[in-house]
């Protein structure tokens, strides 16, 4: 077992461990890649989700600390988990308990949430101690790609609710600044990424936490006969890729989840529909796309075509 202190990004981390560097033996022909299990207070959960005012610093896969916002390393946190331990505050914790599990549910739906004085939840929790071999395919490189299957819970929690939104059209950058009043209110963490008609060759992310929302280039959308390319993505957006491939446009498109308390999904959808180029924008190319005015994104995450 492998204990991390809480300033390291665990899944930055644990990927560049497991990387084998070449010449050396991989780390797996000795050890067992073990669910990764994260211990959550219900009285801390909600504040720092809220906290975009404190920095904080984090170790991932570089020699030096990334700063963050208290919310998105809470966040990210959360969402690296396969067992997520509660603790178990007594009376005191007046529902807070309740709101984190159902608010847990959602940032993480396929993690496993226990509270750390049920019995039960022990003996749950002692056999993800001896995974077997399938959790070797599911490392932890494979679950930083950010073109990844968009992975909600559906059904409303105490209030909390997920909301997904696709489209496979590329977004007019202005539209899209301009949609936003309508779209983060509620959010409490969103993320995915996007086909933007400005950088019409790079995947841009999406995330936000709280207040803050981050976009930002992260790589390229697969191209056919990029052999490359292809090898090095995940075993998980290939397949996605040859599901979701257009002859013109490949894997192109825009995938977000949206997670917050009273969600308006209706609006939060009809605004990101509203922000998406036209038939007649979408006829006239990269080309032109590329003099359309981009306030979010400008020149800074230009793929070749810029």
Do not use: K
């Amino acid at each position: 077992m492998l204990a991390l202190p809480d300033n390291v990004d665990a899944l930055p981390f644990l990927a560049e461990l497991w990387r084998s560097p070449l010449g050396r033996t991989p780390l797996s022909d000795y050890y067992d890649l073990a669910p990764l299990a994260v211990g959550v207070d219900p009285g801390r959960l909600l504040s720092d989700l809220r906290c975009v005012h404190r920095a904080a610093h984090l170790f991932g896969d570089h020699p030096q600390a990334v700063p963050l916002t208290l919310a998105e390393a809470a966040a990210r946190q959360v969402e690296a988990a396969h067992v997520m331990v509660l603790r178990d505050g007594g009376v005191e914790d007046d529902g807070r308990l309740d709101g984190s599990r159902a608010l847990l549910a959602h940032l993480n739906p396929s993690a496993l949430v226990l509270l750390d004085g049920d019995e039960r939840g022990s003996a749950l929790l002692t056999p993800l101690t001896r995974p077997g071999s399938g959790w070797a395919a599911a490392g932890p490189a494979d679950r930083l790609d950010i073109v990844a299957p968009a992975i909600r819970r559906r059904g409303i929690d105490r209030g909390v609710a997920s909301a997904l939104w696709r489209s496979r059209r590329p977004l007019h950058p202005q539209r899209l600044a301009e949609s936003l009043p309508q779209v983060m209110p509620a959010v409490v963490r969103s993320r995915g990424y996007l086909w933007v008609a400005t950088h019409p060759d790079a995947v841009i992310s999406w995330r936000s936490a709280s207040r803050h929302l981050e976009l930002r280039q992260a790589g390229s959308w697969l191209e056919d006969g990029d052999t490359g390319a292809w090898r090095a993505a995940s075993s998980e957006r290939r397949t996605l890729a040859s599901w979701h491939w257009d002859d013109r446009y490949g894997e192109r498109r825009n995938e977000i989840v949206f997670i917050g308390a009273e969600l308006d999904e209706d609006r939060l959808r009809a605004a990101l529909d509203t922000a998406v180029l036209d038939d007649g924008e979408l006829a006239l190319g990269p080309d032109r796309w590329a003099d359309l005015p981009d306030p979010l994104l400008g020149t800074a995450a230009r793929g070749p075509r810029g």
